[in-house]
């Protein structure tokens, strides 16, 4: 088995601050994935990486940028946070872009002030 | 837009008795339906899934009900446990042309099962 570890698990930003979320998986996955999940709205996709050097926009990806370090791990930065936000952001890996089963960490909590 | 919807957004049921979540879509190109269960503090991990060229799946308390032509679909929990107390996401792809994996959720079902 393997396991995803995002840090930090809760994140307190100001308005306008440049935040990053941090995900590492030890699957050895090819795939990883940035998801933002709302209350009700469900999970949105906002960046994934089909292969180490790759990168890709989802549906959420206007405020957010990212990065693939390299194959374990994959970053999401919040280029400028903005007040009264509050959101889960969950990281996940699969095999790879065709895998149909995704691996979920447990979320980083963001709180913007 | 909303393009895969749940009902109802929570669900409260006694121990023993059966859950029916409900779950529809727009696209019909759609051909993968996984249902995502999620405890508190815990990412999502997959339940049980089905392919729309089926209508039904089981494994163990958990059934998946497939209606292709209306674009629906149920997730049946029966003699729910106390355990089962989650948030439920139905999901949906596109996998048939290979490689898509973009999963689209539905905003959630909260499940609580009352001893």
């Known amino acids: 088995g393997g396991i995803i570890t995002q840090t930090p698990k809760f994140l307190i930003g100001q308005e306008g601050q440049k935040l990053t979320l941090k995900c590492q998986q030890n699957?050895?996955?090819?795939?990883m994935y940035w998801y933002r999940q709302d209350s009700g709205k469900g999970l949105r996709l906002i960046y994934y990486?089909?292969?180490?050097?790759?990168?890709q926009k989802g549906d959420l990806s206007e405020g957010y940028d990212a990065s693939r370090e390299k194959k374990s791990s994959f970053s999401l930065t919040v280029t400028s946070a903005q007040k009264n936000e509050m959101a889960v952001f969950l990281c996940?890996?699969?095999?790879?872009?065709?895998?149909?089963?995704?691996?979920f960490g447990s979320g980083t909590r963001l709180t913007v002030l | 837009q909303q393009q895969v919807r749940q009902s109802p957004q929570s669900l409260t049921v006694w121990e023993g008795e059966t859950a029916i979540l409900n779950c529809s879509y727009e696209n019909s190109a759609f051909d993968y339906f996984p249902w995502y269960q999620q405890f508190p503090g815990e990412g999502p991990a997959l339940l049980i899934a089905i392919r729309s060229v089926s209508d039904k799946k089981e494994d163990g308390r958990f059934t998946i009900f497939f209606n292709k032509r209306e674009k629906k679909l149920s997730l049946h929990i029966t003699d729910s446990q106390p355990g089962d107390s989650a948030t439920y996401f139905c999901?949906?792809?596109?996998?048939?042309?290979?490689?898509?994996?973009?999963?689209?959720f539905g905003q959630g079902t909260v499940l609580s099962v009352i001893p």
């Open positions: 999901a949906a792809s596109v996998v048939a042309t290979g490689g898509n994996n973009k999963l689209t």
């Open positions: 699957f050895n996955h090819d795939t």
């Open positions: 990486s089909i292969t180490e050097n790759d990168l």
């Open positions: 996940a890996s699969s095999i790879d872009w065709g895998s149909e089963t995704l691996y």
